[in-house]
Nanobody
Framework: QVQLVESGGGLVQAGGSLRLSCAASGRTFSSYAVGWFRQAPGLEREFVAAITWNYGNTYYAGSVKGRFTLSRDNAENTVYLQMNSLKPEDTAVYYC????????????????????WGQGTQVTVSS
């Protein structure tokens, strides 16, 4: 069973950057895709981005494409979400989770396909 811990959230001004980390323990990310989701107060959990661990394929939501970038560190068993040009509407609690629902050309963006959710990290972007 893989356990996930997110970190790196904080308060930043609009236009600023943050890098979130999703670290795995218990087992490696091998054979999984790792997804990031976010949830703002009163709203449903929303897909942000995902990466397949073994192949590095990535998939981004349209609202973050070109601003957010995923990467992974095999040695640290960690996935990073680099967030640039942040906007107030990016304010949310950000969660990472894992899924087996992916192919070589598609990664699921549905929250119900993911499990082993982390506790989340708060990102607040001020205007």
């Amino acid at each position: 069973q893989v356990q996930l811990v997110e970190s790196g959230g904080g308060l930043v001004q609009a236009g600023g950057s943050l890098r979130l980390s999703c670290a795995a323990s218990g087992r490696t990310f091998s054979s999984y895709a790792v997804g990031w989701f976010r949830q703002a107060p009163g709203l449903e959990r929303e897909f942000v981005a995902a990466i397949t661990w073994n192949y590095g394929n990535t998939y981004y939501a349209g609202s973050v494409k070109g601003r957010f970038t995923l990467s992974r560190d095999n040695a640290e068993n960690t996935v990073y979400l680099q967030m640039n040009s942040l906007k107030p509407e990016d304010t949310a609690v950000y969660y990472c989770a894992v899924t087996n629902s992916f192919t070589s050309y598609h990664i699921s963006s549905a929250p119900w396909d993911y499990g082993n959710w982390g506790q989340g990290t708060q990102v607040t972007v001020s205007s």
